[in-house]
């Protein structure tokens, strides 16, 4: 099966769906996990290698990083506002 992630930002979560394949006449996703992550969850990117998520949370000024198979959390980065500017 084919499986997208999701913010919802106003929920604070991210969600793993299930996505029927294109050979199906109808599109009926299924959430098969979420997770609550940091305030405004708004960018998600998927790490090279597949294996990892990135979320940016906006308003806590995070990032979370999940496994992408069963969003379970591995890492939060907080205090991002702290970190240097780069130019």
Avoid: Y
Wanted: aromatic share 6%; proline share 8%; charged share 20%.
């Amino acid at each position: 099966p084919q499986h997208v992630a999701v913010t919802l930002t106003g929920s604070d979560e991210v969600l793993r769906v299930r996505t029927p394949g294109p050979f199906l006449r109808s599109f009926d996703p299924v959430i098969e996990q979420r997770v609550k992550v940091g305030a405004g969850p708004r960018g998600i990117t998927l790490s090279p290698d597949g294996r990892r998520l990135w979320v940016a949370c906006e308003l806590a000024s995070e990032v979370w990083v999940l496994q992408a198979s069963t969003l379970v959390v591995e890492h939060r980065i907080d205090n991002l506002f702290l970190l240097p500017t780069m130019v």
